[in-house]
Structure formats: C-alpha cells, structure tokens
C-alpha cells in the first residue's frame, strides 16, 4: 500500500502531440481514484506513465517514498488490469493466477496460498480448474484481476476493465470492485470513459480534457459544484441543459434571457452576479431539476416556463422528455405517468436552486466561490 504522487507530468508524442500536460495529483494511500474523460483526453496514457509503460517528457513520479521516472515497470510494484483480459488461454485458471509469482520465484507453497486466497476473495475457487475458453465474459474478468490481487502490490491501475462486459455484468461488476477495496483496503487508480462508472467507485474524481486537469473532487462535489461547463456537461445522464441567452436586471434582482422568457435567478444567484449584466452567459440546468409538477414539500425557488414536447422517452419509473421553446431544445427527466404525450404544450417547473451559470467565452462557474 503507498500514496502515488505525480508531480508536473507532462507527455509529448513526436512530432509535438501534448497528450498530458502539467498533470499534478496526489493520490493518498488506499484511495480509490477514478481518471475520468471523452477518448484521447490522456487518461489511459497517465496511468501508463505511473505503470512504467510510457516514459514521461517531463515531471516526477512518487510511489511510497521513491521516484520511479528511471524504475523498469517490474520493479515498481503496481499491478495493471488492462481492458482485454489478457489470460492465456492454454492454462489452467489456477496457473494464471500463479504465472507470475512463479516467475517471480516464489516459494510453492506461498503461491498455493495467494491463489487460493485470491479466488476465494473473488468468488472463483470453483473455476481453478477451468480453462478461459470455458468462462464467461465477467469469470474472465474476475480472473484479470484475480492475477494482480496475488501480487499483493502497493497500487493497482485498472485500465476501462468493463468495456467489454455487457451492461448487466458492467453493474455487477462495478458492486464487485468496491467489495474488493473494501476488502483488500489497496490503492486504486481506475481509468474509464464511463462517468456513471466514475460517480459509483472513486473516492475521488478527476476530470479531464485534452490533457488537462479540470477538477478534482469527490462525487457529488463534482456534480452539485462543477468548474466550468466541460464537467457539468460531462456528469450526469442525461447531461446538464445549457441554454444560450444574457443576464438582464428584471425587478430589482438578475434574471436569464432566455429569447423568449425571462428566467429570474434565485437571491443567491442574483447577489453573485449583478456585476454580470449585460453579458452572454450560459444557464445551465440538469434534466432531472426540470418537472412536469409542482415541487411539493420543497422549500424551493421555481419558474414556470411554456414549452412544447417532442418526443416522450419512457425508461419505467422515470421518462426523459425533450422540450422545445421558441429559442432552446432541452431535456427534463421526470417520473412516469401517462399524462404527458408527444406534441403537447407543457408548462415545466424549473427549480431555479439547482440553475448555474457559465461565461460564455470561457466556460467558468460564475456561481461558485473564487
């Protein structure tokens, strides 16, 4: 078990492709840190870089107390599963889980123990002597990371280990990856482009965009409070609504021009952004803040706003409608009934405690403290 330390990382690929640049992260010990991110944003390279897999262009990497830049990936005691099982397939389960603690040389009787431990922690002792071929997708999975448990490693690097797992099995899976750092109480740096993946297993997320760091928070933290509108676009499902439009004074508060309404902003919202008026902004707001009915119980700041449906998307307990106004198309995600349908108009309750606002020039959270 150690602590992971990157400090001003930065990865060139020739010519001049920046694929991680000026990347600084602590990862505390036994922390489960997820690296989230579209494809190409330079998740999967950091965590090649902490393996030893890639060498860094600039910076210094810590695991534990020791720099690792010039460390062979071998000898720095991490353990990697990568998105393809990787098993081979003529062994044995028993003996793929043993491969590399016999390379290493260890004692018979040790690696009888670690193996057994191992598939008893995963919940394959009974496929040890099973073949891969004679696995299914998930067994295979356990597998993969049964063979980095039995190393016994300072940090495990999990490289998008359910993308080929259907989504049934992905759901299982993910219960059983925390079951697993709650047992092994280990390291864990997990890389994957899925953010519901990323919200359900980090301690921590990290977000990232074309190299870059754009926040680092727990969960919800990310979610309720995001940077700039790459992460409030980027977690949640359905994503954040963002309507184009300017800040205008609107009776002795700040509202939202929509184009076609004028949406009053929360006090708490007006007093932060008096000094924004005039300017282009971007009202964010997440589908599931938007609802067909009142917000009973709630003791919060609403606006009614007139729309038209397109299109009725039923999921069981829940339906995703697209809206229309006469300027915007946005979502709302409210509980099923049959009283919504295709076509018809639909007053929506916007709740205006949930509403962010961005610069629409830079993206920043205009909501959140400096």
Do not use: W
């Amino acid at each position: 078990m150690a602590e992971v330390i990157l400090e001003n990382i930065t990865k060139i690929f020739p010519p001049k492709v920046v694929a991680v640049k000026n990347f600084n992260l602590h990862v505390a010990d036994q922390e489960f840190l997820v690296l989230v991110g579209p494809s190409g944003c330079g998740k999967s390279t950091t965590l090649r870089m902490i393996a030893g897999l890639e060498e860094i262009t600039e910076g210094t990497i810590r695991i534990g107390e020791r720099v690792v830049n010039d460390v062979p990936p071998k000898d720095r005691d991490i353990a990697m599963v990568f998105q393809n099982y990787a098993l081979y397939p003529h062994m044995t389960v028993y003996r793929n889980l043993a491969f590399g603690l016999k390379l290493r040389k260890f004692p018979r009787k040790e690696i009888d123990s670690r193996v057994h431990e191992a598939a008893s922690i995963l919940g394959i002792t009974e496929l040890l002597a099973r073949k891969p071929k004679a696995l299914s997708g998930g067994q295979r999975q356990r597998v993969a990371v049964g063979r980095a448990i039995v190393r016994q490693p300072k940090a495990f690097l999990f490289d998008e280990p359910l993308s080929n797992l259907d989504a049934k099995l992905r759901v299982e899976m993910r219960a059983e990856l925390n079951k697993l750092h709650h047992r092994i109480s280990t390291t864990i740096i997990y890389v994957t482009h899925d953010q519901v993946e990323a919200m359900t297993l980090g301690d921590r997320i990290v977000v990232m965009n074309e190299g870059e760091i754009q926040q680092v928070g727990a969960p919800l933290e990310i979610y309720n409070r995001p940077r700039n509108r790459f992460v409030a676009g980027f977690i949640g499902t359905p994503p954040m609504n963002f309507l184009a439009g300017k800040l205008v004074r609107h009776d002795g508060g700040v509202a939202f021009d929509e184009g076609s309404a004028t949406i009053p902003l929360s006090t708490r919202l007006a007093d932060r952004l008096r000094d924004y008026v005039g300017r282009e902004v971007l009202f964010g707001i997440r589908p599931e803040d938007v609802r067909d009915r009142p917000l009973s119980g709630e003791d919060a700041e609403t606006f009614q706003l007139a729309t038209t449906v397109e299109v009725v998307e039923p999921l069981g307990d829940e339906m995703i409608l697209y809206l229309r106004t006469p300027v915007h198309e946005f979502l709302g995600k409210v509980d099923s009934h049959g009283g919504v349908s295709d076509g018809q108009t639909l007053q929506v309750n916007l709740n205006l405690d949930k509403v962010h606002v961005f610069d629409a020039e830079t993206g920043e959270n205009l909501c959140l403290d400096s």
